[in-house]
């Protein structure tokens, strides 16, 4: 199946504890593009970058399989630019400066092969942007991705709740999942969050893994136990990247196939997170995610009985 995605495609200035860089390349969707070729996914970006946005990120891209042709280029723009700085836990960030730039023109042009994408991934943008994508898929996507963040809930609620109305799978973490419901358990959160219109809706935790609640069950993963986090940047839209990029593989939309999905994203997050930016998510092949699912079973495998002899 096809996968298309829409998102920012940015330059980053990203601070942590153990350095600093220069703008880098950076963006929803360039983690999301990355991550679902990992898994030679078929898959097309949708975004909007200035003239300064190097040719040689388009390359990479390209090389790797990625559809760049719906990324549009304002030549007289410039990119958008996000920067922040990570407190010592790494859990916690300060935006040092968002400058919106070409992002604020953002009429998202979705080439023709796109048009018919079987799964749609709304990265993190203005849900009136999102919602504009829709309308110009030929017909419905078979499944409908969705992430977004606590800034659009202050600012722009009523489309974000017509957003989320047309919304398969939306994934947030746990602080904005309690501020969508108003609920303090993500179970209850969970539940009024489905009600919205998703039928399922995973809660990201960071450091503490993730869950992915369906009708009246639910799934639980821990995150990867890793020796070092460098960089946090783009794990959420790496999880979404991975997640999506294996649904779409798969072609399977199943609550058993949603739970491979949730591990494909959580293991191809945990390399994001170990150098600056996309680098080391470039660095990785299939064969090393497979490593790391395996040591994910490992972690979490366990048989208990309590009558053995
Ligand atoms: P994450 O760490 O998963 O929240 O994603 C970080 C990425 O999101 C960075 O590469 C930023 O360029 C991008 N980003 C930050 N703020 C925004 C925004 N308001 N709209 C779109 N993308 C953003």
Excluded at 99 to 104: A, I, M, P, Q
Excluded at 230 to 252: E, V
């Amino acid at each position: 199946m096809k996968l298309l995605v829409v998102g920012s495609m940015a330059f980053d200035a990203i601070e942590t504890p153990f350095g600093k860089t220069d703008k880098i390349l950076g963006g929803a969707a360039t983690y999301i593009g990355i991550a679902s070729s990992v898994l030679k996914t078929d898959v097309s970006l949708v975004s909007v970058v200035g003239g300064d946005f190097p040719q040689e990120y388009f390359d990479m891209l390209k090389n790797r399989h990625v559809n760049v042709e719906g990324v549009e280029i304002i030549r007289e723009g410039k990119s958008f630019f996000w920067s922040g700085k990570y407190h010592n836990d790494l859990n916690t960030r300060d935006t040092l400066a968002t400058e919106v730039n070409v992002l604020s023109q953002f009429d998202p042009k979705v080439p023709g092969h796109a048009q018919e994408a079987e799964v749609l991934l709304l990265g993190n943008l203005d849900p009136a942007i999102q919602l504009s994508v829709l309308k110009k898929m030929k017909k419905r996507p078979q499944l409908v991705i969705l992430d977004t963040m606590n800034f659009w809930m202050d600012t722009t609620w009523e489309t974000l709740m017509k957003m989320i109305a047309q919304t398969d799978v939306i994934t947030i973490n746990d602080e904005e999942a309690r501020q969508l419901s108003g609920e303090y358990s993500l179970v209850k959160a969970a539940q009024k969050i489905s009600q919205m219109g998703p039928k399922y809706v995973i809660i990201k935790k960071g450091e503490h893994g993730a869950l992915l609640f369906y009708e009246d069950k639910v799934f639980a993963i821990p995150a990867l136990l890793l020796e070092d986090v460098f960089d946090p940047t783009g794990a959420g839209d790496t999880f979404a990247g991975g997640f999506a990029a294996h649904l779409a593989k798969t072609g399977d939309f199943s609550f058993e196939n949603m739970k491979s999905a949730v591990i494909v994203g959580s293991a191809m997050a945990s390399y994001t997170v170990e150098k600056f930016g996309t680098e080391r998510l470039q660095e990785i092949t299939k064969d090393d995610l497979q490593k790391r699912i395996d040591e994910f079973k490992q972690l979490t495998t366990f048989e208990v009985s309590l009558n053995a002899e």
